[in-house]
């Protein structure tokens, strides 16, 4: 029997590689022949504790992730992390210092005001979020924890193409729509977290890649399960043991495609196909400057705004999901994750340029 699967480009959760769907579904009666299934087996057993190793490991390989950073695969979501990573990198009296570039940059500003004293360097809200600053637009403090900043904005459609400047102050960036679908310069960062549920697996994993070092050398007096430093060589509850099996899956499947330079040259083609027809005609309008434009998150309007829902409605017939922008700006927005496939947005193109054939 053959499964009907649509186009999906929802923000998240969003689509996964259809070899990780069938691998999951393969150990869910049975997992590693332990005889019991994939979300019925003990977290402490020898199977699980080796999907959570390579999970590290394989996640190091491909991210470049140095032996002075952990990873874990916790809980919480990305919005736990807009609190945990103040309370955990800024001691008391200490700084940080933000670049909001968007609604999520906001949330995690707000949380950071909770701990200390928490500077925006840059915002792009008067602006209406089209782009990410350039280094000689913001001035980091030298005595900041760390510099924030969110890699890649899921409901504007922008994304930094470069790493901020920060000089020897160390980054922390919310990677939750982009990571792994590009290399990153792993190291200068205290901390990386990113949601699962839109390049690397479903909800209900958060992963988190921080220095050892700067939890070493920071000190802060916080709860258990929240303190960084509980998480360092050990899985210490019970995670998410079907979530963590699915990004050991959704790794194995970006080493088969041949790693994270692989990834971008394949999500630059992708994305290449959209702002090609967006740029082609006036009867679009891409919202993101090109010197900021997203390879995850493509956000546009159709220059007479009262089609879109028509085009939405449409799309959907055409069995073309998850087109509709974020509900705070409205429009039009496809995600393209790393698993989006090629024929996605050559049906996408083909339905834009009919469409426009037919209301232009
Ligand atoms: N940061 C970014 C960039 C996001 O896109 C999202 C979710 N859309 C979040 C944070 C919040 O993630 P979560 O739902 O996992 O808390």
Redesign the pocket.
């Known amino acids: 029997m053959t499964i009907e699967r649509k186009h999906n480009f929802f ?2 959760p969003a689509v996964l590689p259809l070899p990780v769907v069938e691998a999951v579904q393969a150990q869910l009666p049975n997992f590693m022949g332990m005889g019991t299934g994939l979300m019925e087996s003990s977290h402490r057993s020898k199977q699980f504790s080796q999907t959570w190793a390579h999970a590290q490991s394989l996640m190091a390989k491909l991210f470049g992730v140095p032996d002075t950073h952990e990873i874990m695969f916790l809980q ?5 992390q ?1 609190l945990n990573v103040p309370m955990n990198l800024m001691p008391k009296g200490g700084k940080a210092d933000y670049i909001d570039t968007g609604t ?1 940059s906001k ?2 500003i707000k949380e950071a005001k909770w701990v200390g004293d928490t500077s925006v360097l840059w915002s792009g809200a008067d602006i209406g979020y089209n782009r990410c600053p350039t280094p000689d637009e913001y001035q980091v403090r030298p005595d900041a924890s760390y510099l924030h900043y ?1 890699t ?4 504007a459609g922008t994304q930094f193409l470069a790493e901020p400047v920060s000089g020897d102050v160390p980054l922390v960036a ?1 990677m ?2 982009d990571m792994l679908c590009c290399p990153r310069d792993v190291a200068r960062h205290a901390v990386i977290y990113a ?1 699962a ?2 390049n690397m697996g479903p ?1 209900g994993v ?1 992963i988190i890649i921080v220095d050892k070092g700067i939890l070493e050398r920071t000190e802060v007096d916080i709860p258990t399960y929240l303190n960084y430093r509980t998480h360092v060589g050990k899985i210490f509850n019970t995670p998410n043991t079907l979530g963590v099996f699915v990004i050991e899956k959704v790794l194995e499947w970006i080493d088969g495609m041949g790693g994270l330079e692989a990834m971008h040259d394949h999500n630059k083609a992708k994305a290449g196909l959209l702002y090609g027809t967006l740029d082609g005609s006036d009867f679009w309008k891409p919202h993101a400057t090109t010197d900021s434009r997203s390879l995850m998150n493509v956000t546009w309007r159709i220059a007479d705004n009262d089609l879109e829902p028509k085009f939405i409605a449409e799309a959907a017939e055409a069995g073309l999901l998850g087109l509709k922008g974020h509900r705070s700006v409205g429009g039009l927005r496809a995600s393209i994750y790393n698993a989006c496939p090629v024929p996605s947005l050559e049906a996408l193109v083909a339905f834009m340029n009919e469409f426009e054939r037919v209301n232009g």
């Open positions: 923000a998240g919480g979501g990305a919005s736990l807009f999520w949330k995690a969110t890649n904005n899921t409901i919310d939750s729509s949601g549920q839109k909800s958060v």
